[in-house]
């Protein structure tokens, strides 16, 4: 049954790409509506159980009547129907709905609606473009994926098993007690209307404040994972004290925002025992003066008192739901502003996969610049021919990685169009586009994963064999056989550590190397590929990579000018124009800026400060 309960919900099934809402309730509905069916039964077995306890007080006040009668053999007798059926309810019909309560509530809603939620919002928000996550931090919109499933899974089942107690004890109570006297439903009827008013009070201020504390708790998990993330930058600055302050500084903030959400949530339980006490008094007064008056009987009020006593202990159960219900609104209200973001780089309706046969790109007229007023490439044109390869050169800032970002689709140029063979890749399916690029960075990042998985993700398919092969023509199969890891996994299998951060910088840029010879595709981007690396085992990579560039498209970014004076073509570019370009030796004649850049190298390394009349020449 447990299985059967758990295969309701298949939480990463296919479903519609669409940006979660953006408001709360369509938000939480969003979710809801795709797995009605649990919920309804959640809804069933609740409101049965809720049912179930309204027949303890009415059970209770049968055996106080029995009780009265003065012939009590003759009493059991007569009523051993009524006793087979209480016990019949109370030792097997309450137990077996309360296990199936359970039982839909744990084993179906539970882990199926968290994994569903999560599943979706990771889709949803792993699509979003580069700039997205450059815009928070990683661990804040993890934390937001991660907390927003499980609250919205907790949030809905508190609010509909407090919803459904709270009317079913209301409304059976008032219908049970007017049959004894209808004075004897003022105080219900009065404590539900109090309620009503109660909680329209309550529940804006304790939704508000609970966002603030969420938000002030991401904000906490946000600064304290990034302190872990550099923890080397910090030990290495000595700034730990620093980070403490940073840290504290919103740790204090958090503990500000919950003192003022429990102060409002301590008023609210307050109020509501209040009113529990005035339900629990007013009843027994106008009960025992009925009962006085001899309007009711004694069996009645034993009826009542419990029913009543239900109700106070129901709301007692809800106080401390709400409290935990609107915290955990507070962490969804929190978790959308990662979530029920719109993609912002998106494909095209009628996108089609890039086919590149002969691999020229043509920048026409290219103007970009991250929405400041000042552009960073100012009208570029430029045509990259069929299996040319090119150097990019400039200072840093000049817009050299701005127009590889570009040729990626990582943004939108703000005018012009960029050409692959002849198609705008505005109108191309981005991962096609970016199946079709090699591309080696100056910032390796590898994933937490084997080796073997990290030169694999450059074609899925591959065989170790090929892994190998890649990795020897990058220089890195010697180093990778002798890795042993933390779990004493060896070789290809060893895991690397968070961003490789158990490989040298070497060593993560020759598997990130080995990663893209093993892609093979047909347009390669450079941008600093062999900055890492020694002057040894660079003149080794460079020969693999020009054996590795032959029939390829090529651009590459150098600040070594060395690395990249043996291109066809170099592309001068300052100030975001392109200024020079030419072969290396037509350049040094020209007596330009490249050959400025050239004579100021040191070490192989560019002079950021290059004298104004050389830039003019």
């Known amino acids: 049954m447990f299985r059967l309960l758990e295969s309701l919900i298949n939480g990463t099934r296919s479903h519609k790409p669409v940006t979660p809402p953006r408001s709360l309730l369509t938000f939480y509905w969003h979710f809801i509506r795709q797995t009605p069916l649990p919920y309804a039964i959640m809804v069933a077995t609740s409101l049965c159980v ?73 889709w949803h928000v792993v699509r979003q473009s580069w700039p997205f996550f450059q815009k928070d931090f990683a661990g804040r919109i993890a934390n937001r994926v991660m907390q927003t499933a499980q609250a919205l899974r907790d949030s809905v089942m508190a609010s509909i098993r407090a919803g459904l107690y709270l009317s079913t004890y209301g409304i059976l109570t008032l219908i049970l007690i007017s049959r004894f006297d209808w004075r004897m439903t003022l105080p219900v009827a009065s404590w539900l209307a109090a309620y009503a008013v109660f909680l329209r009070f309550f529940v804006p201020r304790l939704r508000e404040l609970a966002k603030q504390s969420s938000d002030m708790r991401s904000l906490v998990m946000a600064r304290v994972v990034d302190s872990y993330t550099n923890i080397l930058t910090v030990k290495l600055f000595s700034r730990i004290a620093d980070e403490d302050a940073y840290v504290r500084e919103v740790v204090d903030e958090h503990q500000d925002a919950v003192a003022r959400h429990m102060r409002m949530t301590s008023r609210f339980m307050i109020t509501l025992q209040s009113m529990n006490a005035l339900l629990l008094v007013s009843t027994s007064l106008i009960g025992l003066y009925l009962w006085g008056k001899g309007l009711i009987a004694t069996s009645q009020v034993a009826t009542a008192l419990p029913l009543v006593w239900q109700i106070t202990n129901m709301a007692g159960w809800v106080s401390f739901e709400v409290a935990g219900i609107f915290e955990n609104v507070g962490v969804v209200q929190d978790g959308m502003e990662s979530i029920s973001v719109p993609h912002t780089l998106t494909d095209d309706k009628d996108a089609k996969p890039l086919v590149v046969k002969e691999g020229e790109i043509r920048f026409e007229q290219v103007s970009f610049g991250y929405g400041a007023n000042k552009p960073v490439l100012d009208r570029i044109d430029l045509v990259v021919h069929p299996g040319e390869r090119i150097g990019l050169v400039g200072r840093s800032g000049a817009g050299k990685s701005t127009l590889v970002n570009l040729l990626l689709r990582f943004y939108d140029a703000e005018s012009g169009s960029i050409m692959v063979d002849g198609q705008d890749i505005r109108h191309v399916t981005q991962e096609s586009l970016r199946t079709q690029i090699g591309l080696v960075t100056q910032d390796t990042s590898l994933l937490h994963r084997s080796l073997a998985d990290n030169i694999r993700y450059g074609r899925p398919q591959s065989t170790q064999a090929e892994i190998e092969e890649a990795a020897k023509k990058a220089h890195a199969h010697e180093f990778i056989t002798g890795l042993r890891d933390w779990e004493g996994r060896t070789g290809y299998q060893a895991h690397v550590g968070e961003r490789g951060v158990k490989l040298s910088g070497g060593q993560r840029q020759r598997v990130a190397i080995a990663r893209v010879i093993l892609k093979n595709a047909p347009i390669l981007l450079l941008d600093e590929a062999t900055s890492a690396l020694d002057s040894e085992i660079e003149a080794s990579i460079q020969e693999q990579l020009a054996t590795l560039m032959q029939g390829k498209t090529v651009i590459a970014i150098a600040h070594r000018l060395s690395t990249i004076a043996r291109m066809d073509r170099l592309i001068v570019i300052d100030h975001g124009r392109i200024v020079e370009q030419g072969s290396h030796s037509e350049l040094i004649e020209r007596n330009g800026l490249y050959a400025a850049l050239w004579q100021h190298q040191s070490g192989g390394f560019l002079a950021e400060d290059i004298p104004e009349e050389a830039r003019a020449a």
């Not at 839909?104 to 199926?112: D, I, Q, T, Y």
């Open 50 to 122: 809720a049912m179930a306890d309204m027949s303890i007080p009415v059970f209770i006040g049968k055996l106080v009547a029995m009780m009265a009668s003065p012939d009590r053999s003759a009493a059991l007798s007569s009523n051993s129907t009524i006793l087979s059926v209480m016990l019949l309810v109370v030792l097997v019909v309450r137990p077996l709905l309360q296990f199936a309560d359970i039982a839909v509530r744990h084993n179906a809603l539970m882990p199926g609606t968290t994994s569903l939620v999560r599943w979706q919002s990771h």
